[in-house]
């Protein structure tokens, strides 16, 4: 195998991955918002693996722009990464790909930067992440596997994945419904689990409290009722003599 087929491999394979770990973390995104998301600790568990597979996007999208520019049996170009619809390989589909990658980005910095932006800013933003998944959708299934059915299976795997995730709860997907689109807010569903926590200490609190009221009663009661008992044993002791 020669280095541009390699490369050429390569771009499809990691574009590939990407697609399949946004589809994931888009699944999951849709799973802490729902109705039935689960117990704080398996919220917490899921939000872990959702903030996880979010970050390792970025490592299969670089490898996957880079390597789909290095390769020269197509002409996409430097300026493509950024600008879209400026290739002269498949304008339309490259385009779409750049445009998912310029928002990918743009997600990611505002996120970092979330407490040193304004509130309406950041969030005009990051709703712009929801657009992410449908254009990366198309892209992958359009360009990235013409010439590999499984590559291109796999992409529509993702297409259904994803639009059962959302078919399962679709009055979350709204606008601000749904958590990160990306995972790598480190808000979502985060604020939830120190106060479920706190409401359970609470309750248990609660609970002990009630249950050493009913012991001290108890214990108050047996007191009051024996000294009763003797007195009238002591009545009957004088009656006899």
């Not at 589809?23 to 899921?46: E, K, N, Y």
């Not at 390597?67 to 600008?83: C, F, H, N, R, Y």
Request: charged share 15%.
């Amino acid at each position: 195998m020669t280095t541009n087929e390699l490369l050429w491999v390569t771009s499809r394979a990691t574009g590939v991955v990407s697609l399949v770990l946004l589809t994931a973390v888009l699944a999951l995104g849709v799973a802490l918002s729902g109705s039935r998301s689960g117990s704080p600790s398996t919220r917490a568990t899921v939000t872990a693996v959702h903030r996880w597979l979010g970050l390792g996007i970025g490592t299969f999208v670089v490898a996957h722009v880079v390597t789909a520019i290095m390769e020269t049996w197509v002409d996409i170009g430097w300026l493509s990464l950024v600008l879209p619809f400026t290739s002269g390989y498949e304008r339309l589909w490259v385009g779409l790909g750049t445009l998912a990658l310029d928002v990918l980005v743009a997600v990611v910095v505002t996120s970092a930067l979330r407490h040193r932006l304004p509130e309406h800013a950041w969030r005009l933003v990051h709703l712009t992440g929801y657009a992410l998944w449908p254009v990366a959708v198309v892209h992958g299934i359009a360009l990235g596997t013409s010439t590999t059915p499984l590559l291109r299976w796999a992409s529509i795997g993702c297409a259904l994945v994803g639009g059962a995730a959302i078919a399962e709860e679709p009055g979350r997907v709204a606008i601000g419904a749904m958590p990160d689109p990306v995972g790598i807010d480190p808000q979502i569903a985060q604020p939830r689990q120190p106060e479920a926590r706190q409401v359970e200490h609470r309750q248990r609190r609660r609970d002990h409290d009630q249950a050493g009221a009913r012991h001290a009663g108890d214990a108050l009661g047996a007191g009051r009722h024996q000294p009763q008992e003797f007195n009238a044993g002591a009545v009957v002791g004088d009656g006899a003599e």
